[in-house]
């Protein structure tokens, strides 16, 4: 045998007995839940998604504050009550990780600067610290 017949009859040789090492994997899908609790990174929550929006919608505080919006608490949990296990899951997660008044800040930080901006373009008066004295 020459050389290359040699090398090619290695080759070869390896291919077959690597190809006889493949095994079969079976795969299902895992659902996020699943992963997570498995991962142990699940979230300990009291109840499900309904439970979680119907003790907020109970609270004093909030029932005042949907009265004096104009909206009825009754209505309210009538719309709770006809979401799925998902959507309701998903509402009360948002609720529960939602900071108060978020999202306030950075709007008046950004009205403040572009005023500023605007200003010292000379397209607005509103601060008098940026008029330069001619």
Avoid: C
């Amino acid at each position: 045998m020459t050389r290359l017949q040699r090398i090619l009859v290695f080759v070869i040789s390896l291919g077959l007995i690597n190809t006889s090492m493949i095994q079969a994997v079976h795969a299902g899908m895992v659902t996020t839940e699943d992963a997570a609790r498995l991962s142990g990174t699940a979230p300990e929550r009291a109840g499900t998604g309904h439970a979680r929006l119907a003790s907020v919608l109970a609270r004093a505080d909030v029932r005042s504050e949907m009265e004096r919006m104009g909206a009825s608490p009754t209505a309210a949990a009538e719309r709770v009550a006809a979401l799925t296990d998902a959507e309701a899951t998903k509402l009360a997660d948002k609720i529960e990780s939602a900071p108060a008044g978020a999202g306030v800040v950075e709007w008046i930080v950004f009205i403040f600067l572009l005023l500023l901006v605007t200003d010292i373009l000379g397209f607005t008066k509103v601060y008098p610290f940026t008029r330069s004295i001619r």
